[in-house]
């Protein structure tokens, strides 16, 4: 949750104009709703006619409340801020108004007249608050003092009501946070922004299509419920990777910003110092536009460099994951064909948020579709296979299909050439389920153990050999 107290004015008219329009046009296509707090009519130009005739009127209502007339009169009246939610919120509207109507007790400011104006045309959710700032009953002025800080809290607050922590640095203490960049050097950052935001969409039209016969629902295609789990886990790292994008830019921008302040800081202190010590005007002049010329460039030649290597980098990284992807449905696609069991090997691929396994829906759907029937068997759950019979655990035998299921966890990813070519051999094909007869025993000598006796002799023959060249290399004499 981000909290923007804007700057203030004196035209109720003309901040309602702008909140309820589109810049620089008549028409309101980003205007999603509006609503009204404390004030007769829920019509917005209705509200800001009441709202403007409360704030003419403040030294009346201070007499009719029993209020110590005088002091000096409110010249700004209006009050803007707005309440900017995470991208990947989706606040409903009642949630909105619920929240401004906090925001607003919090700052003790509750019962003052407010219009709400949301706007839907950004990525993230938010609301503009325009609020007269004259007491509809006291006329009184409301308290601003340390505005900005007593909104940093109540918006950590909210953030941890609801579970996640966007804004890292409203948990450390004040002196302790790090300074944001100033708007000059955000402002510099802005067209990269927007071209990294629009690269970052051509990457995610990448996205690989699974074929219509993985997406098939009908009942007979038990598969088609693991290639669904499979597709959610791919589709939620994408995601990831893209919500990682937006933290590394903005890390980058900081970084920056960091270090060239910290290469400039000493330079800008020695002008200040000058200043102070009644240096001349022209001078300092010259001084600070020759400092703000060589900060600017050496801002932009390092803001060019660093986010034409961030792109080269997450290029790579999404080749990386798709390519990982790629191999995961492939090791799928073998395992299906060689009828083993893919419970465990989707939970083992399965996306992870926050150290937390695979979705127990996805899990369940996994189980239930590969789990083959066994009369007399039961599934352990916790250990990801069938009981075994008590024929089985008597003549330490095991069934063909765990011993299957057994080798395909075994399977890693880097063996992608022998999934591909199990896959190639496999379409189109089921496991053979004859009986094997037992192989003749092998007439003659055992050649495994003939191969194995070779070797042992050429490594004897290569240690002997190795042996006599050492002893000829010490009897030389130095001079030969």
């Known amino acids: 949750m981000i909290v923007r107290i804007l700057s203030g004015g004196k ?54 409340a029993g209020v110590r007339a005088g002091g000096r009169a409110t010249e700004n009246p209006v009050k803007h801020l707005s309440l ?6 989706n606040p409903t509207r009642e949630h909105m108004i619920e929240t401004a109507e906090g925001f607003l007790r919090h700052m003790n400011w509750h019962e003052h007249q407010a219009v709400l104006v949301a706007h839907d045309d950004k990525a993230h959710a938010h609301v503009h608050v325009m609020l007269n700032m004259v007491h ?20 950590l607050e909210y953030e941890r009501e609801h579970g996640r922590i966007y804004c890292e640095q409203r948990l450390k203490d004040v002196a302790e946070r790090e300074e944001a960049p100033t708007r000059p050097a955000w402002m510099a950052f802005r067209e990269n922004q927007e071209k990294f935001e629009r690269e970052e969409k051509t990457l995610e039209l990448q996205a690989p299509i699974l074929a219509d016969e993985l997406n098939d629902n009908s009942p007979e295609n ?29 890390e980058l921008r900081k970084s920056i910003y960091r270090e060239v302040r910290e290469e400039f800081r000493d330079r800008w202190g020695d002008y200040y110092e000058a200043k ?35 792109r080269e980098t997450r290029d790579d990284r999404y080749r990386e994951l798709l390519d990982g992807q ?16 893919n419970a465990l090997f989707l939970e083992r691929v399965g996306y992870r948020d926050g150290g937390k396994d695979i979705a127990e829906e996805f899990r369940e759907a996994a189980e239930s579709t590969t789990q083959p ?43 992608i050439s022998f999934l591909e070519s199990l896959a190639d051999g496999f379409v189109g094909a089921k496991p053979d389920r004859r009986r094997r007869e037992p192989e003749p025993e092998p ?38």
């Not at 790629?326 to 696609?333: K, N």
């Open 326 to 341: 790629r191999e995961t449905r492939l090791a799928l696609h073998a395992r299906q064909e060689a009828g083993f069991d």
């Open 84 to 89: 900017n939610w995470a991208p990947d919120e």
């Open 222 to 250: 038990n598969k088609s419920h693991e290639w669904k789990n499979l597709k959610e886990i791919q589709r939620a790292e994408r995601v990831d990777f893209f919500a990682e994008g937006k933290s590394e830019f903005s």
């Open 11 to 64: 035209s109720f008219k003309g901040l309602a104009a702008y909140l309820t329009h589109d810049p620089e046009a008549k028409t309101t296509e980003r205007v999603a709703w509006t609503h009204t707090l404390n004030c007769a009519d829920d019509h917005v130009p209705s509200a800001v006619d009441e709202m403007l005739w409360t704030a003419r009127n403040a030294e009346l209502l201070k007499q009719e």
């Open 136 to 155: 509809p009953e006291t006329g009184l002025r409301l308290d601003d003092n340390f505005e900005r800080r007593r909104a940093q809290a109540w918006a």
């Open 443 to 480: 007439s003659g000598p055992n050649p495994f153990e003939t191969a194995a006796e070779d070797a042992r002799k050429q490594q004897s023959q290569r240690e002997r050999q190795d042996a006599e060249d050492e002893w000829r290399k010490r009897q030389r004499s130095p001079g030969e």
């Open 373 to 415: 029937r066994q009369p007399g068997r039961t599934w352990d759950a916790d250990d990801g296979a069938f009981t075994r019979s008590p024929k089985e655990e008597n003549g330490r035998m095991r069934s063909g299909v765990n011993v299957g299921a057994d080798i395909g966890e075994g399977l890693g990813f880097g063996a």
């Open 276 to 310: 102070r010590n009644g240096a001349d005007e022209t001078a300092l002049v010259e001084i600070k536009a020759k400092l703000v010329a060589e900060q600017k460039t050496a801002l932009e030649e390092r803001r060019d460099e660093a986010c034409r290597e961030l």
